[in-house]
């Protein structure tokens, strides 16, 4: 079992910045691709970034790319996302997820194991 908890959610302002932490526990021995994903008030959950197992290559939604960015550090089973120039429209429970593929992948089914979600607010 793996357990996968967000951190770092909050009220924030259009234009601020915010980073998002992923802790995992567990069984982390091998690192697997990890990505995020969102979802709104009455929307489905949404693909936002994903970062291969080590970190060699990462993948954007085209409404985050240049604004947010993923990472990891395999040494603390970590993985972030970078949130800058935050619009009202990101306002959304953040989801981290892993998968047991080693490349990234925006499939939601492709993901095995899902943390709580953080929230995240952006007032305008």
């Known amino acids: 079992q793996v357990q996968l908890v967000e951190s770092g959610g909050g009220l924030l302002q259009a234009g601020d910045s915010l980073r998002l932490s992923c802790a995992a526990s567990?069984?982390?021995?091998?690192?697997?691709?990890m990505g995020w994903f969102r979802q709104a008030p009455g929307k489905e959950r949404e693909f936002v970034a994903a970062?291969?197992?080590?970190?060699?290559?990462?993948h954007y939604a085209e409404s985050v790319k240049g604004r947010f960015t993923i990472s990891r550090d395999n040494g603390k089973s970590t993985v972030y996302l970078q949130m800058n120039s935050l619009k009202p429209e990101d306002t959304a429970v953040y989801y981290c997820?892993?998968?047991?593929?080693?490349?990234?992948?925006?499939?939601?089914?492709?993901?095995?194991?899902w943390g709580q979600g953080t929230q995240v607010t952006v007032s305008s």
């Open positions: 997820a892993r998968t047991r593929r080693y490349s990234w992948t925006t499939m939601y089914a492709d993901y095995d194991y």
């Open positions: 567990g069984r982390v021995s091998s690192p697997y691709a």
């Open positions: 970062i291969s197992s080590y970190g060699s290559s990462t």
